[in-house]
């Protein structure tokens, strides 16, 4: 849904070359701890991805050691205090680290994405510097960086074997993942349960199909307007690699409509009961592809987002029914 609130994040376009390099200091010290903790976290059971993340943790480091130097000789000792949640265009990042279990494709997924936005964001920084030492050093991080991201394809390659590598980590899923899936998902969720509450409320209150299917038909559609511009205008992809807005709007927007309309299409019927039944049967379809999706592309275990989604959903439609009944 459309936010209200005032956007205070600064324009990356805006930055000085002490804010830049200060970002890319505090964003490779957050990323070398997270790799570290991947390591730690992944060593009983996976030693060679937790070698890999160990090294990559190295890298990272010294890569803030080579930045903060830079920075020092250019602008003294103090820094200034800028993270990435202060900037336009970044998106705070799952705090998958705080999990108690984490999955291997979950962590290869959070690696790839990191890797990407960091080479992204060198790329931006770099052409946007006029000083040849920073923009020498910000081209080559780049660099380093795209390294880091096709290392991420290499993560357990043991375990998955050539043809596993080949399907699961390749670039183009992660790709399909971070462009369509990701805002999608977020699309049917709001719009399977955001939707039960009017649809339901409309049914109960009316008995009258045609009212409750045009009621059904406006919120998914404005819903569907709504996460669309929402997502295409959360972030123009640039720095964080998720792809075109308009793709990823599209995306949110259409699966926002279809999972309002899905249990309001039933009301074309004109027998309410049946109409009605039909539309909780729908619902329940809706719950489990979620439930199916967040498990199949996200790592969330199926159980886990089954519940969530039931709960969730559940909740809802009883407040449609007691609205509607009131």
């Given at each position: 849904?459309?936010?209200?609130?005032?956007?205070?994040?600064?324009?990356?376009?805006?930055?000085?070359?002490?804010?830049?390099?200060?970002?890319?200091?505090?964003?490779?010290?957050?990323?070398?701890?997270?790799?570290?903790?991947?390591?730690?976290?992944?060593?009983?059971?996976?030693?060679?991805?937790?070698?890999?993340?160990?090294?990559?943790?190295?890298?990272?480091?010294?890569?803030?050691?080579?930045?903060?130097?830079?920075?020092?000789?250019?602008?003294?000792?103090?820094?200034?205090?800028?993270?990435?949640?202060?900037?336009?265009?970044?998106?705070?990042?799952?705090?998958?680290?705080?999990?108690?279990?984490?999955?291997?494709?979950?962590?290869?997924?959070?690696?790839w994405e990191m890797e990407e936005s960091a080479y992204r964001f060198y790329l931006a920084a770099a052409d946007q510097?006029?000083?040849?030492?920073?923009?020498?050093?910000?081209?080559?991080?780049?660099?380093?960086?795209?390294?880091?991201?096709?290392?991420?394809?290499?993560?357990?390659?043991?375990?998955?074997?050539?043809?596993?590598?080949?399907?699961?980590?390749?670039?183009?899923?992660?790709?399909?993942?971070?462009?369509?899936?990701?805002?999608?998902?977020?699309?049917?969720?709001?719009?399977?349960?955001?939707?039960?509450?009017?649809?339901?409320?409309?049914?109960?209150?009316?008995?009258?199909?045609?009212?409750?299917?045009?009621?059904?038909?406006?919120?998914?559609?404005?819903?569907?307007?709504?996460?669309?511009?929402?997502?295409?205008?959360?972030?123009?992809?640039?720095?964080?690699?998720?792809?075109?807005?308009?793709?990823?709007?599209?995306?949110?927007?259409?699966?926002?409509?279809?999972?309002?309309?899905?249990?309001?299409?039933?009301?074309?019927?004109?027998?309410?009961?049946?109409?009605?039944?039909?539309?909780?049967?729908?619902?329940?379809?809706?719950?489990?592809?979620?439930?199916?999706?967040?498990?199949?592309?996200?790592?969330?275990?199926?159980?886990r987002a089954a519940l969530q989604v039931v709960v969730g959903g559940a909740l809802v439609f009883a407040a449609g029914?007691?609205?509607?009944?009131?």
């Amino acid at each position: 849904m459309f936010s209200l609130l005032p956007d205070n994040r600064r324009a990356f376009s805006s930055l000085s070359e002490r804010e830049i390099l200060a970002l890319a200091i505090a964003g490779e010290e957050e990323d070398g701890r997270i790799y570290a903790e991947f390591a730690t976290r992944l060593a009983a059971i996976y030693p060679g991805s937790a070698a890999l993340f160990e090294g990559m943790a190295a890298e990272e480091n010294e890569h803030r050691r080579r930045l903060l130097d830079l920075y020092v000789a250019r602008f003294g000792d103090h820094l200034v205090p800028i993270r990435r949640e202060h900037v336009r265009g970044f998106l705070s990042r799952k705090p998958l680290w705080l999990m108690k279990t984490m999955t291997l494709e979950a962590v290869r997924q959070q690696a790839w994405e990191m890797e990407e936005s960091a080479y992204r964001f060198y790329l931006a920084a770099a052409d946007q510097a006029t000083d040849v030492a920073i923009r020498k050093l910000l081209g080559d991080l780049a660099e380093q960086e795209r390294k880091h991201a096709q290392a991420a394809d290499r993560i357990d390659a043991d375990v998955l074997g050539e043809d596993g590598r080949d399907t699961e980590k390749s670039e183009a899923h992660r790709q399909f993942v971070l462009t369509y899936v990701q805002p999608g998902l977020a699309g049917l969720m709001d719009g399977s349960v955001s939707t039960l509450a009017p649809v339901f409320a409309a049914a109960m209150a009316t008995g009258d199909t045609h009212q409750t299917f045009l009621v059904g038909l406006a919120a998914a559609v404005g819903a569907g307007i709504s996460m669309g511009f929402t997502e295409a205008a959360s972030d123009d992809g640039k720095l964080t690699g998720r792809g075109s807005p308009i793709k990823r709007g599209l995306a949110a927007g259409i699966m926002t409509a279809i999972g309002g309309l899905g249990h309001a299409l039933p009301y074309l019927i004109a027998d309410f009961t049946v109409a009605t039944t039909i539309a909780i049967a729908v619902v329940l379809i809706e719950l489990w592809a979620i439930a199916f999706i967040q498990n199949r592309y996200m790592q969330t275990p199926f159980w886990r987002a089954a519940l969530q989604v039931v709960v969730g959903g559940a909740l809802v439609f009883a407040a449609g029914i007691a609205i509607g009944m009131a």
